[in-house]
């Protein structure tokens, strides 16, 4: 076994390149708060390649229209990115107006109507220039500016844009150059994944181009799932208004272009490639060239009316893109100033602010002006009293691991209206929590039953503006009452049916069976349901329902179950088993059998609720450490979910130094700023929300739970701004590279020797104050009374 010290200073994850940044040391930290416009230290291109997924356009806080390019390489069918932008495509066919934030899967999901502007004639359809040859651009990132809000971009066919959003609508201009035909294309079925259907009406008299497109498909091209995500379920509306008359018109349906034509339909299907190449419709109009055309759009996922009437709100018919834009700006500083900080160089508080800004990008709002809004039903519902959106884009898998504690600490209210709108889901499907919404849609994405540690998580940390005794009683229903799709194999392995799949058999073994469980992996479900029990325990506890938080707590040692203590001839691990009680074989700690992306090593640890009992199968706290100390030298994975809380587990190890020093090492290692600044995909805000709770030197316990596990904060002061709320501060006034280790702590004004704080801190507000040096101090947070407990 590796030194301790060897172990932690060799870490170097495989396939993961340190982004190059310049060196971080601060000047003088400012005396006081930081003033002035913290969006300049947002760079929306960060992530964008590295396998990140962001995407770099015009978008307000949790917005419900994102306008941002969609990249080609040649295949109509396709995008040179997961989220329609990567850096290193510099094609584009469009520019579309839905986005999600960093989905691991190509093509990811939305991607709607996107709009080309071209320059010449149209001379035959778009959707038959099926290799993106003729209806396509290239431009060049000298030519692109991106900031919070606004996006502008000049490609090589000579057409300026500037693209500026408010949360429902939009507003762009086309400069267009003199003497060309100039024509704005609308590819209304060319969603990302494809489409069902699509409509698209011009109207010349009233300089109006509508329509909308019935869509879903979510990671149309996933490998695994069968082709089960080839469904629609949700249709999005648009409206475009313009300042300029149209000199021409026309549609396309197919392979045929229709001059003069005002309307058309027609859908792409899921399929990809040939299957798909050449179908669809949209139109076009053409305008003089003598000034810029501006375009006014907005969306609604429930009517054309409603997307009238989402733009009519939002945006006045003079408008221009500096004021949306300007507008844009004091909004995202609003936002930002959730957390302000003071001290480091502008990298870091680059890094730190662009994090915090994919944070605030979902979840998304659904809900029209009016209240109204698409529902998992697919029908039209109105938002009840108290609710103020209605949310939806829930990676639940990734999220439930940082991103979700973290809009419940800054956006309590948001997170009491998203937590609002999973519920009013769950009972429009049937009273199923799905584990992938998007927009309105069911997904059945991924494994376990994440809705559970999410609302408990929230209502840890004082989240209570939903209707929290039903959520849990709905969540506790389906973690006991079997449903029939958990029988199903329909959607397996990556889109499996049920959501606590094969739910009998899981009760009566006390495990999920890796040959019956119908479902991505038996270890892994294992290890999932035992989180949501959990939570569903903790949270049981807090409402009085001491049955059911004996009952869920017991359920939450199943874990243990799938533990083979003889999996290796050296040690213990998380193991696939069969319902006749066998292992399944050949075992390697490497092998992905059982699991759900990531293997046996990286889920081994996945068990923040039980840390000392997993130590003691393990051989002890000790041997467990040094377990850890090899993990991070041979397979930690920092890329993925599954092990993005491993490195804090030395806290409850008692031995928080090596957190410190592990946290630091993967701050350092893979983050930073610049296109590849993402370790890998931002998973709707999850990797990025988990550099900024590793800026401030702390992190969830658990994700039901509200307790917080310390490390070293980056920068020398901080304020969180709890929305509604009151302010927490961490201070530490040697914050540098070099001061890695805590060397005490001061809560409040005492003397503070344990490795976490209680949720009642956040929830009330606090001042932390932590002393930094560049040695390790062993004896702080180390002893068994200051380590976390599980309980």
């Avoid at 419940?408 to 948001?414: C, H, S, V």
């Avoid at 927009?439 to 559970?452: F, I, L």
């Avoid at 469980?517 to 949270?539: K, M, V």
């Amino acid at each position: 076994m590796l030194s301790a010290a060897l172990a932690l200073g060799l870490m170097a994850p495989i396939g993961v390149a340190r982004p190059a940044t310049a060196d971080p040391a601060a000047a003088p930290p400012p005396a006081g708060r930081p003033h002035g416009n913290l969006t300049q230290y947002v760079d929306p291109l960060i992530g964008t390649a590295n396998g990140g997924n962001t995407y770099p356009g015009a978008v307000r806080p949790f917005g419900m229209l994102s306008w941002s390019p969609t990249s080609t390489k040649g295949d109509q069918t396709d995008t040179g990115a997961a989220n329609g932008y990567q850096y290193d495509t510099t094609r584009l066919r469009g520019f579309a107006l839905t986005h999600v934030n960093g989905a691991g899967c190509h093509p990811g999901a939305a991607g709607d109507v996107p709009i080309f502007p071209h320059v010449g004639e149209v001379t035959g359809s778009p959707t038959a220039d099926t290799k993106d040859a003729t209806y396509a651009s290239d431009f060049s990132h000298d030519d692109e500016r991106a900031e919070p809000g606004r996006y502008a971009l000049g490609l090589a066919n000579g057409v300026e844009t500037d693209f500026a959003a408010t949360t429902r609508a939009g507003v762009g201009t086309f400069d267009f150059p003199q003497g060309k035909q100039a024509n704005l294309l609308f590819r209304t079925s060319n969603s990302l994944n494809g489409s069902e259907d699509a409509t698209t009406r011009i109207d010349a008299k009233a300089r109006t181009v509508t329509g909308s497109v019935l869509t879903g498909g979510f990671c149309g091209r996933r490998g695994n799932g069968g082709g089960s995500n080839k469904f629609s379920y949700y249709r999005l509306y648009f409206t475009a208004h313009f300042d300029q008359p149209f000199v021409r018109t026309g549609t396309w349906i197919d392979d045929q272009l229709r001059p003069g034509t005002t309307s058309a339909s027609g859908g792409e299907g899921y399929e990809t490639g040939a299957k798909r190449a050449g179908r669809g419709s949209g139109g076009y109009v053409g305008f003089d060239t003598d000034r810029p055309v501006t375009m006014r759009v907005g969306i609604s996922y429930t009517s054309q009316r409603a997307a009238e009437a989402n733009l009519a709100d939002e945006l006045r018919p003079r408008t221009t893109v500096d004021r949306v834009a300007d507008a844009g700006t004091r909004d995202w500083n609003d936002q930002l100033r959730r957390i302000e900080v003071a001290g480091g160089s502008r990298d870091r508080l680059t890094t730190f602010y662009t994090a915090l800004y994919h944070s605030f990008l979902q979840p998304n709002i659904t809900s029209d002006v009016a209240g109204t809004y698409l529902g998992a039903d697919r029908l039209v519902h109105r938002l009840e009293r108290g609710q103020r959106a209605q949310y939806g884009n829930f990676s639940g898998w990734d999220q439930y691991r940082a991103h979700t504690q973290l809009l419940a600490l800054l956006e309590p209210r948001i997170a009491g209206d998203f937590a609002q709108s999973l519920l009013n889901l769950s009972r429009q499907n049937g009273g199923v929590w799905d584990r992938w919404v998007h927009v309105n849609g069911p997904t059945r994405v991924m494994t376990g039953d994440p809705s559970a540690p999410t609302l408990a998580g929230m209502n840890a940390l004082g989240v209570d503006n939903f209707e929290v005794a039903a959520a849990y009683a709905s969540l506790a229903r389906q973690a006991t009452v079997p449903n029939p799709a958990g029988l199903s194999d329909y959607g397996c392995p990556g889109q499996c049916a049920g959501m606590r799949p094969n739910l009998a058999e899981y009760l009566r073994l006390q495990y999920a069976p890796q040959d019956t469980c119908h479902c991505w992996g038996g270890a892994a479900e294992t290890l999932e349901d035992s989180a949501a029990d959990y939570g569903l325990a903790q949270w049981a506890k807090r409402l009085g329902r001491d049955r059911d938080a004996r009952r869920f707590t017991e359920r939450a040692g199943w874990w243990r179950n799938t533990f083979n203590p003889e999996a290796t001839p050296e040690a213990g691990y998380q193991q696939a088993r069969r319902a006749d009680g066998s292992w399944v074989e050949p075992f390697s700690p490497t092998s992905d059998v059982g699991f759900a992306q990531g293997s046996s090593a990286t889920y081994t640890w996945m068990v923040q609720h039980d840390v000392h009992r997993l130590a003691a199968l393990m051989g002890g706290d000790e041997v467990a450490a040094a377990r850890l100390d090899a993990f991070f030298v041979n397979g930690y994975d920092p890329t993925n979910e599954p092990g993005i809380h491993a490195p804090w587990l030395y806290n409850a190890l008692g031995q928080p130094w090596k957190t410190q020093r592990t946290v630091r090492d993967y701050m350092a290692r893979v983050y930073g700023t610049g296109p590849r600044g993402l370790p890998g995909n931002d998973d709707l805000g999850t990797m990025s929300a988990w550099y900024v709770w590793g800026a401030l030197g702390m992190y969830p316990q658990t994700p039901s739970r509200g307790e917080m596990l310390l490390s070293s904060p980056t920068f020398s002061k901080a304020w969180i701004n709890r929305h509604g709320g009151p302010t927490t501060t961490v201070t530490a006034p040697g914050a540098a590279d070099d001061a890695v280790y805590v060397q005490s702590a001061r809560l409040d004004g005492r003397t503070h020797t344990r490795s976490w704080i209680p949720a009642s801190v956040l929830n009330r507000g606090g001042d932390l104050t932590v002393s930094v040096g560049p040695e390790p101090q062993t004896s702080w947070g180390s002893s068994p009374r200051d380590v976390p407990r599980d309980r």
